[in-house]
């Protein structure tokens, strides 16, 4: 009889050892996998992310917005004539280098939203070069370690049934945990991609505005925000290299609950920090 039951408690403790285990390698192997693909976003280009949506947002822009940007062009122009005409007294001490003046100006603004979709790219492919260069000065990986997964291994075979019950409802939840954490990281990643394309579609209208001083702080402060959002890039690659720094520093004793709190806190804090990437850049670059 004693034999029987030693049989079955060791029947029990493998089944709840090997159920933990699968539990730990899918919350480490789920994470990383979300973090590496949110990784390979951010070095992607809005044209080559998604060329289909791209494709139609360039056209929705050219076709649609590009019409209404130049009404704005042809009205800032005029506004500028008047004001240079009126700053000089109504033409009473006439230069004629105002008018080539002004021709300059108009050349140069209808430059600028001719190739409004050049300049923008421009910015997010400067962006995407300095995302590539930071992630191969990080380069480290956000996987657990082999070795660490095979001590949780010799520490869980030590365990009690009762122990090893306990420790695999933690990791359940756990899973759980991690498994939303790794897709709010991915919408977050995703989510900036689409908000690209979203200030992208509406380029010709800010651009339309450099004409004029005044006005021009619309263009202005809509090519910051293009930078904010292309070096957001940048800074969550950032985020994710001091996850992975993290990560390694902890340590996976024979408090393996203990290890996995500490995991699942850090992953909390990455979570935050990714949300707040945003209005940091655009508070560097004065974008609002």
């Known amino acids: 009889m004693e034999s029987l039951f030693e049989q079955l408690t060791e029947y029990l403790k493998g089944m709840l050892v090997a159920g933990i285990m699968n539990n730990l390698t899918s919350i480490f192997s789920n994470l990383n996998n979300k973090i590496e693909e949110a990784s390979d976003i ?13 494709s139609m947002i360039r056209t929705l822009s050219e076709n649609v917005l590009m019409p ?33 003046k002004w021709i300059l100006k108009t050349f140069v603004a209808v430059e600028l939203v001719t190739h409004t979709f050049d300049i923008t790219m421009a910015v997010f492919d400067v962006a995407q070069h300095v995302i590539e260069e930071s992630g191969g000065i990080i380069g480290d990986s956000t996987a657990i370690d082999g070795s660490a997964l095979a001590d949780m291994r010799s520490t869980l075979e030590a365990m009690e049934i009762g122990p090893l019950f306990a420790v695999f409802l933690q990791t359940f939840i756990l899973l759980i945990i991690f498994n939303i954490m790794g897709l709010a990281i991915y919408v977050i990643v995703f989510g900036r991609m689409i908000e690209i394309y979203l200030m992208v579609s509406m380029a010709p209208i800010p651009f339309a505005t450099f004409g004029n001083k005044e006005q021009s702080m619309i263009g202005q402060n809509y090519l ?18 001091i996850y992975a720094v993290m990560i390694h520093d902890v340590s996976f004793s024979s408090d393996i609950m203990g ?30």
Not at 42 to 54: C, E, I, K, M
Not at 227 to 238: C, D, P, S, Y
Not at 262 to 276: A, D, H, P, R
């Open 42 to 54: 951010l070095g992607t280009t809005p044209a080559d992310f998604q060329p289909h949506v791209f």
């Open 224 to 241: 910051r925000s293009l930078f904010a959002l292309g070096f957001q890039g940048f800074l969550i690659m950032v985020c994710i290299g």
């Open 68 to 100: 209404i940007a130049g009404i704005i062009l042809t009205f800032v122009a005029c506004y500028e004539l008047i004001q240079l005409v009126i700053s000089h007294n109504n033409l009473a001490n006439f230069e004629s280098w105002i008018f080539f």
């Open 259 to 288: 290890s996995l709190w500490s995991v699942l806190g850090i992953t909390i804090l990455l979570g935050f920090t990714l949300m707040k990437t945003g209005t940091v850049a655009k508070s560097i670059l004065q974008a609002h």
